[in-house]
């Protein structure tokens, strides 16, 4: 409770500070702000991993790839159960003897790993650093970090921006908490972006474009991006068709472990796919309804899971063409389409874990908005769900930034309507 506790409050102290300096334009060098990230990392390290257990995981599956298995073959239960056969069972077994309690403590263990073929490289490259230790993470999620921070300085400069806006992404504690004390490897996934977006800003398409197929292989959803950096290329039919050529080639490599897998029902990515549910707002509202509205039809309720996930794949389809309706004029509506994407990615999503909204993060970092902002106080409410009326936790969370997303809305409409009529009556006069 006291680190809930704590996160909120902090959460609350970086909004305050940071806008407050945002609008009085209070200048601190690049130097300090870096100096303070640095320092509060190092804190953080100090401490043993907490609340969270998936890098377990993280710890197996880089273990497994660095000795050339393939990660997706065999669920960690099946290890466990000593039920793998062949030269898979003994190198697996060997990994399971030199492992302490890392195998053990997975959770989910009768499911085979859900992170793609880029993570894996990753956890890898952590466990040739330091076998089966989250020294190893850190080191890479470390790295992954520093050059997020580098690529956004530059992105900073790139769209004429204050160097010193970087501040939103070297102080933000809910970082600090989720990637060096829980652990959670969506750090990895940032720097993708970020580098996507430096050559997007800079009239690359095809790179950036092939940087989100990279990052795809690290989470999934950096894909839905592709269309939005390729819109330029819209009428130049020959270098469109061989971008997204090339891109397929690529995602098909990157992801060819998977691919070479049969997925059945121990399948990690199908068990997500299909019934992961934790910490929504949005989805969560939608089941209540949808469950309601089956009810009075006499159909089962349990359709209520595929019909909103299917919602939501179509609500955020509508976003993406909406956000393709033209090609976007400069570099800063192509950061707010961009962060109109993901954030609508993370705000429809069926799992808002505290980690999937550092996402986010770099986007908030080039274009600053309240309402997702506003989670960073209250996401660490996720972890005091246990000890709040079902579902207090959930609404506490979301209600606020909801809120203020319709207001905004409805004064982002206003204003278009009140500029409209003043075009009409120029016009007239």
């Known amino acids: 409770m006291w680190l809930a506790a704590a996160g909120v409050a902090a959460g609350a102290a970086y909004l305050t500070a940071l806008f407050r300096g945002y609008r009085q334009h209070l200048h601190l060098s690049s130097r300090w702000i870096v100096a303070v990230a640095v320092f509060a990392r190092l804190v953080v390290c100090l401490a043993p991993p907490m609340l969270e257990s998936d890098y377990q995981r993280y710890l197996w599956d880089g273990a497994v ?42 959770n989910h263990p009768a499911l085979t790993t859900i992170y793609p073929p880029a993570a894996q490289g990753a956890f890898a490259a952590a466990y040739a650093i330091a076998p089966f230790s ?8 470390c790295l992954a970090d520093a050059a997020t921070l580098m690529l956004l300085s530059r992105l900073l400069k790139a769209l004429s921006l204050p160097a010193n806006q970087v501040i ?21 996934l940032l720097p993708l972006i970020v580098a996507s977006l430096l050559a997007a800003v800079r009239s690359k398409g095809g790179i950036a474009a ?27 039919w020959r270098r ?15 992801w060819l472990p998977v691919l070479l897998v049969s997925h059945g029902e121990s399948s990690g990515f199908l068990a997500y796919g299909k019934s992961w549910q934790n910490n929504d707002g949005y989805f969560r509202a939608g089941i209540w309804l949808t469950e309601r ?45 961009s962060l109109f994407i993901v954030g609508t990615i993370f705000m429809l999503s069926p799992t808002q874990f505290p980690w999937y909204w550092l ?18 106080a209250l996401l660490p409410i996720h972890y005091l769900q246990d000890q709040l009326a079902y579902p207090l936790g959930h609404w506490l969370q979301h209600a606020p930034v909801w809120s203020l997303l319709f207001v905004a809305g409805g004064r982002a409409v206003i204003r278009r309507v009140r500029g409209t009529t003043r ?3 120029v016009s007239r006069a």
Request: glycine share 6%; hydrophobic share 55%; charged share 10%.
């Open 134 to 141: 989250p020294v190893g993470l850190r080191i890479v999620f």
């Open 359 to 376: 996402w986010c993060l770099p986007l908030l970092t080039l274009r600053p908005s309240l309402p997702l902002l506003l989670y960073v």
């Open 293 to 337: 509205v089956l009810n009075i039809l006499s159909i089962e309720a349990w359709h209520s899971h595929a019909i909103m996930r299917l919602t939501s794949a179509a609500l955020l389809g509508g976003v993406v063409l909406w956000q393709l309706r033209s090609k976007p004029t400069d570099a800063t509506e192509l950061i707010a389409r």
């Open 65 to 106: 790839t660095a000795s050339g298995l393939n990660p997706y073959r065999h669920a960690p239960s099946d290890v466990l159960a000593g039920t793998v056969q062949g030269s898979d069972g003994d190198k697996l077994s060997a990994l399971f003897a030199r492992s302490g309690d890392v195998l053990s403590s997975i």
């Open 423 to 425: 075009a009409l009556e």
């Open 210 to 236: 092939a940087w989100l197929i990279v990052a795809s292989a690290v989470k999934v959803w950096p894909i839905v991006l592709v269309p939005l950096v390729v819109r330029p290329m819209l009428g130049q």
């Open 168 to 188: 939103w992404f070297a102080w933000n504690p809910l970082l600090l908490r989720e990637v060096y004390s829980s652990l959670h490897m969506d750090i990895l």
């Open 240 to 254: 469109l068709v061989l971008t997204l050529t090339a891109c397929a080639i690529l995602g098909a490599t990157l």
